[in-house]
Protein backbone atom coordinates (compact mmCIF):
# COMPACT_ATOMS: atom_id res chain seq x y z
CA UNK A 1 0.00 0.00 0.00
CA UNK A 2 1.03 3.29 -0.59
CA UNK A 3 2.90 5.56 1.55
CA UNK A 4 -0.15 8.28 2.46
CA UNK A 5 1.90 10.19 4.62
CA UNK A 6 4.26 10.99 1.75
CA UNK A 7 1.67 11.58 -0.57
CA UNK A 8 -0.06 14.26 1.06
CA UNK A 9 2.20 16.08 3.49
CA UNK A 10 4.05 17.82 0.30
CA UNK A 11 0.78 18.82 -1.20
CA UNK A 12 -1.14 19.61 2.18
CA UNK A 13 -0.89 23.82 1.64
CA UNK A 14 -2.61 23.04 -1.86
CA UNK A 15 -5.06 20.79 -0.59
CA UNK A 16 -5.77 22.92 2.12
CA UNK A 17 -6.34 26.06 -0.41
CA UNK A 18 -7.89 24.28 -3.39
CA UNK A 19 -9.90 20.93 -2.22
CA UNK A 20 -13.78 21.86 -3.16
CA UNK A 21 -15.84 21.51 -0.46
CA UNK A 22 -18.34 18.64 -0.22
CA UNK A 23 -22.80 19.08 -0.84
CA UNK A 24 -23.71 20.37 2.25
CA UNK A 25 -27.33 19.01 1.51
CA UNK A 26 -25.38 15.42 1.18
CA UNK A 27 -23.70 16.74 5.12
CA UNK A 28 -27.23 17.28 6.03
CA UNK A 29 -29.09 14.45 4.53
CA UNK A 30 -26.55 12.02 5.92
CA UNK A 31 -27.03 13.47 9.40
CA UNK A 32 -30.68 12.83 9.29
CA UNK A 33 -30.15 9.30 8.49
CA UNK A 34 -27.83 8.74 11.50
CA UNK A 35 -29.67 7.33 14.75
CA UNK A 36 -28.80 10.78 16.66
CA UNK A 37 -26.92 13.80 16.10
CA UNK A 38 -23.99 13.21 19.27
CA UNK A 39 -21.22 12.08 17.44
CA UNK A 40 -19.54 11.95 14.09
CA UNK A 41 -16.24 10.70 13.15
CA UNK A 42 -14.58 12.13 9.59
CA UNK A 43 -11.73 9.29 8.95
CA UNK A 44 -9.50 10.30 7.01
CA UNK A 45 -10.03 13.81 6.83
CA UNK A 46 -7.16 15.23 5.61
CA UNK A 47 -7.71 19.27 6.33
CA UNK A 48 -10.89 19.20 7.40
CA UNK A 49 -12.99 19.78 4.04
CA UNK A 50 -16.20 17.66 5.16
CA UNK A 51 -15.57 17.50 9.07
CA UNK A 52 -16.38 21.01 9.46
CA UNK A 53 -19.73 20.44 7.51
CA UNK A 54 -20.38 17.44 9.85
CA UNK A 55 -19.57 20.01 12.65
CA UNK A 56 -22.65 21.95 11.78
CA UNK A 57 -24.94 18.95 12.55
CA UNK A 58 -23.59 17.28 15.24
CA UNK A 59 -22.58 18.07 19.03
CA UNK A 60 -19.12 16.59 18.15
CA UNK A 61 -17.11 15.48 15.38
CA UNK A 62 -13.25 13.42 15.76
CA UNK A 63 -11.36 13.82 12.37
CA UNK A 64 -9.04 11.58 12.65
CA UNK A 65 -5.53 11.36 9.48
CA UNK A 66 -2.27 9.96 9.58
CA UNK A 67 -1.01 12.95 8.41
CA UNK A 68 0.15 15.46 10.67
CA UNK A 69 0.99 18.23 8.36
CA UNK A 70 -2.75 18.05 6.92
CA UNK A 71 -4.11 18.47 10.38
CA UNK A 72 -2.29 21.09 11.24
CA UNK A 73 -3.91 23.09 8.47
CA UNK A 74 -7.13 21.92 9.02
CA UNK A 75 -9.82 24.36 10.08
CA UNK A 76 -10.63 24.46 13.99
CA UNK A 77 -14.27 24.45 15.77
CA UNK A 78 -15.09 24.45 19.03
CA UNK A 79 -16.77 20.96 18.50
CA UNK A 80 -14.23 19.28 16.45
CA UNK A 81 -11.44 17.27 17.98
CA UNK A 82 -8.44 16.41 15.72
CA UNK A 83 -6.38 13.04 16.25
CA UNK A 84 -3.11 11.82 14.77
CA UNK A 85 -4.45 8.37 14.18
CA UNK A 86 -4.61 5.69 11.58
CA UNK A 87 -8.13 4.49 10.49
CA UNK A 88 -7.63 1.11 11.78
CA UNK A 89 -6.68 2.25 15.23
CA UNK A 90 -8.50 5.29 17.18
CA UNK A 91 -8.69 6.61 20.30
CA UNK A 92 -12.66 6.64 19.79
CA UNK A 93 -14.76 5.33 22.39
CA UNK A 94 -16.63 1.87 21.67
CA UNK A 95 -20.25 1.99 20.80
CA UNK A 96 -19.89 5.94 20.92
CA UNK A 97 -19.97 7.21 17.40
CA UNK A 98 -23.53 7.67 15.36
CA UNK A 99 -21.89 8.43 11.52
CA UNK A 100 -18.79 7.28 10.56
CA UNK A 101 -17.71 9.01 7.64
CA UNK A 102 -14.79 8.04 4.96
CA UNK A 103 -14.54 11.19 1.81
CA UNK A 104 -12.59 9.98 -0.65
CA UNK A 105 -10.14 8.00 1.59
CA UNK A 106 -11.21 4.47 1.81
CA UNK A 107 -8.47 3.12 -1.19
CA UNK A 108 -5.81 4.10 1.57
CA UNK A 109 -7.22 1.71 4.53
CA UNK A 110 -6.67 -1.71 5.40
CA UNK A 111 -10.25 -2.62 5.13
CA UNK A 112 -10.67 -5.46 7.20
CA UNK A 113 -9.09 -3.49 10.19
CA UNK A 114 -10.98 -0.80 9.25
CA UNK A 115 -14.46 -2.64 9.20
CA UNK A 116 -13.81 -4.02 12.52
CA UNK A 117 -12.60 -0.45 14.07
CA UNK A 118 -16.19 0.65 12.80
CA UNK A 119 -18.29 -2.04 13.95
CA UNK A 120 -16.05 -1.49 17.39
CA UNK A 121 -17.01 2.23 17.45
CA UNK A 122 -20.75 2.33 16.28
CA UNK A 123 -23.16 2.76 18.22
CA UNK A 124 -26.56 0.64 17.59
CA UNK A 125 -28.04 1.69 14.27
CA UNK A 126 -25.11 3.55 13.32
CA UNK A 127 -23.62 4.26 9.85
CA UNK A 128 -20.65 4.38 7.97
CA UNK A 129 -20.95 6.56 4.72
CA UNK A 130 -18.04 6.30 1.96
CA UNK A 131 -18.04 8.90 -0.09
CA UNK A 132 -15.95 9.38 -3.79
CA UNK A 133 -15.74 11.01 -7.26
CA UNK A 134 -13.53 10.96 -9.89
CA UNK A 135 -12.70 13.29 -12.18
CA UNK A 136 -14.79 16.72 -12.96
CA UNK A 137 -16.87 17.73 -15.69
CA UNK A 138 -16.43 21.47 -17.04
CA UNK A 139 -16.20 22.02 -20.59
CA UNK A 140 -15.47 20.18 -23.33
CA UNK A 141 -12.00 21.61 -24.58
CA UNK A 142 -11.28 21.92 -20.61
CA UNK A 143 -12.00 18.77 -19.34
CA UNK A 144 -10.15 17.57 -22.63
CA UNK A 145 -6.61 18.96 -21.29
CA UNK A 146 -7.74 18.12 -17.79
CA UNK A 147 -7.66 14.22 -19.48
CA UNK A 148 -4.27 14.57 -21.12
CA UNK A 149 -2.60 16.19 -17.74
CA UNK A 150 -4.66 13.21 -15.52
CA UNK A 151 -3.80 10.46 -17.84
CA UNK A 152 -0.71 11.18 -20.70
CA UNK A 153 1.69 12.71 -17.86
CA UNK A 154 0.30 11.82 -15.15
CA UNK A 155 -0.93 8.15 -15.72
CA UNK A 156 2.16 5.88 -14.29
CA UNK A 157 2.47 8.73 -11.34
CA UNK A 158 -0.86 7.94 -9.31
CA UNK A 159 -0.73 5.28 -6.90
CA UNK A 160 -2.23 2.32 -7.46
CA UNK A 161 -4.81 2.13 -5.12
CA UNK A 162 -6.36 5.12 -7.19
CA UNK A 163 -7.40 2.60 -9.59
CA UNK A 164 -10.67 2.11 -6.76
CA UNK A 165 -11.73 5.92 -7.11
CA UNK A 166 -11.90 5.74 -10.76
CA UNK A 167 -14.21 2.56 -10.36
CA UNK A 168 -16.71 4.44 -7.53
CA UNK A 169 -14.79 1.80 -5.47
CA UNK A 170 -17.10 -1.24 -6.60
CA UNK A 171 -14.51 -3.36 -6.49
CA UNK A 172 -13.81 -2.93 -2.88
CA UNK A 173 -15.54 -4.80 0.10
CA UNK A 174 -18.79 -3.30 2.03
CA UNK A 175 -20.19 -5.63 4.28
CA UNK A 176 -23.10 -3.24 5.72
CA UNK A 177 -26.87 -3.19 5.11
CA UNK A 178 -26.76 -0.76 2.12
CA UNK A 179 -29.09 1.79 2.35
CA UNK A 180 -30.15 3.79 -0.76
CA UNK A 181 -28.85 6.56 -1.45
CA UNK A 182 -30.41 9.71 -4.00
CA UNK A 183 -28.16 11.80 -6.28
CA UNK A 184 -25.81 13.87 -5.29
CA UNK A 185 -23.19 15.96 -6.87
CA UNK A 186 -20.25 18.41 -5.69
CA UNK A 187 -20.60 21.34 -7.40
CA UNK A 188 -17.88 24.76 -7.32
CA UNK A 189 -17.69 27.65 -9.52
CA UNK A 190 -14.34 28.81 -10.24
CA UNK A 191 -12.07 31.01 -12.17
CA UNK A 192 -9.01 30.04 -13.87
CA UNK A 193 -6.12 30.24 -11.48
CA UNK A 194 -8.26 28.01 -8.71
CA UNK A 195 -8.70 25.12 -11.07
CA UNK A 196 -4.84 24.74 -11.47
CA UNK A 197 -4.12 25.27 -7.95
CA UNK A 198 -6.86 21.76 -7.71
CA UNK A 199 -4.82 20.25 -10.04
CA UNK A 200 -1.90 21.03 -8.51
CA UNK A 201 -3.09 19.50 -5.57
CA UNK A 202 -3.33 15.92 -7.14
CA UNK A 203 -1.04 13.98 -5.60
CA UNK A 204 0.16 12.52 -8.60
CA UNK A 205 1.58 15.80 -9.50
CA UNK A 206 3.32 16.02 -6.49
CA UNK A 207 4.83 12.54 -6.91
CA UNK A 208 6.16 13.81 -10.54
CA UNK A 209 7.97 16.85 -9.26
CA UNK A 210 9.42 15.24 -7.01
CA UNK A 211 10.93 12.85 -9.88
CA UNK A 212 11.58 15.18 -12.15
CA UNK A 213 11.69 18.68 -10.45
CA UNK A 214 9.85 20.36 -12.63
CA UNK A 215 5.94 21.37 -12.69
CA UNK A 216 4.15 18.93 -15.59
CA UNK A 217 1.40 21.63 -15.30
CA UNK A 218 3.92 24.70 -16.39
CA UNK A 219 3.72 23.34 -20.44
CA UNK A 220 -0.07 23.48 -20.28
CA UNK A 221 -0.59 27.09 -18.88
CA UNK A 222 -1.48 28.72 -22.07
CA UNK A 223 -2.84 26.24 -23.62
CA UNK A 224 -6.08 25.94 -20.02
CA UNK A 225 -5.96 29.72 -20.64
CA UNK A 226 -7.19 29.77 -24.22
CA UNK A 227 -8.84 27.01 -23.65
CA UNK A 228 -11.20 29.27 -20.45
CA UNK A 229 -10.85 32.24 -21.95
CA UNK A 230 -11.20 35.19 -19.63
CA UNK A 231 -8.68 33.68 -16.49
CA UNK A 232 -10.92 35.87 -14.03
CA UNK A 233 -14.23 34.44 -15.79
CA UNK A 234 -15.96 31.47 -13.56
CA UNK A 235 -16.80 28.45 -14.67
CA UNK A 236 -19.27 25.68 -13.08
CA UNK A 237 -17.04 22.72 -12.43
CA UNK A 238 -19.03 19.36 -11.40
CA UNK A 239 -18.24 15.83 -10.01
CA UNK A 240 -20.79 13.06 -9.56
CA UNK A 241 -20.48 11.41 -6.25
CA UNK A 242 -20.49 7.90 -5.48
CA UNK A 243 -21.60 7.39 -1.94
CA UNK A 244 -22.06 4.14 -0.36
CA UNK A 245 -24.05 4.04 3.07
CA UNK A 246 -24.55 1.06 5.08
CA UNK A 247 -25.99 0.35 8.55
CA UNK A 248 -23.25 -0.90 11.02
CA UNK A 249 -24.62 -4.45 12.68
Not at 1 to 13: E, G, I, V
Not at 81 to 92: F, V
Not at 186 to 209: H, I, Q, V
Request: with cysteine; net charge negative; glycine share 6%.
Amino acid sequence: MSDTRALFTRQSDAYRANRPTYDPALIAWLSQQAPDQSLAWDCGCGTGQATTDLAKHFQQVVGTDVSAQQLARAEPAPNIDYRCEPAEQTSLAAGSVSLTLVAQALHWFDLDRFYAEVRRVSRPGGLLAVISYNRSTIAPEVDALVDHLYSDILGSYWAEERKHVEQGYRTLPFPFERIQVPPFTLDADWDLARLLGYLESWSALGTYKSAHGTDPLDPLRERFQQAWGDPASTRRVSWPLVVNLGRVS
